[in-house]
């Protein structure tokens, strides 16, 4: 009994704890590197179908009408990517590149953008996304200067 309360006492130390978290940020972030592959993989295999099915099926002059359905599902897959990317960025340097993420946000807000239906919003939401453009695009300018006057 001894033994065993001696190996947990070992255990939960700061830096062997620290060692254990670190491990199982690892293996977290090797299991949503997999799992954004799939998905990124059942994307472009719905883009495909979705491609191909509007192709043969939408009469002639009318593949305008989801012509931005289609770049909305092109930037989906964009989007999987730069997470993919800020995932392995964190399993490579172990630390979260924060100038990905707002990168990533900004072709988030793009797709929205790109695939708004101006029939459908308030001029409060277009208010509000251009507010969220601005607000990531300084946040990335600022992040972009200090990492060059770092270098």
């Known amino acids: 009994m001894r033994k065993l309360l001696k190996q947990v006492e070992e255990s939960l130390k700061d830096q062997n704890f620290m060692h254990f978290i670190e491990n ?32 043969f099926t939408t009469p002639h002059g009318k593949f305008n ?27 490579k340097k172990h630390v979260l590149q924060v100038e990905l993420v707002i990168v990533t946000s900004l072709i988030a807000i793009a797709r929205k953008i790109i695939i708004l239906d101006l029939r459908k919003v308030t001029g409060v939401d277009i208010i509000g ?3 969220a453009i601005l607000a990531l695009s300084i946040s990335y300018l600022i992040i972009r200067y200090s990492n060059q006057k770092n270098s």
Do not use: P, Q, W
């Open 24 to 55: 199982i940020e690892v293996l977290v972030s090797k299991l949503l590197s997999l799992f954004m592959v799939v998905v990124i993989v059942a994307a472009i295999l719905d883009l495909g179908f979705f491609l191909v099915r509007e192709l």
């Open 65 to 91: 009408a989801i012509l931005f359905e289609i770049f909305g599902l092109f930037l989906n897959i964009l989007i999987a990517l730069e997470i993919l990317e800020n995932i392995t960025g964190y399993l």
């Open 129 to 131: 996304l251009g507010i």
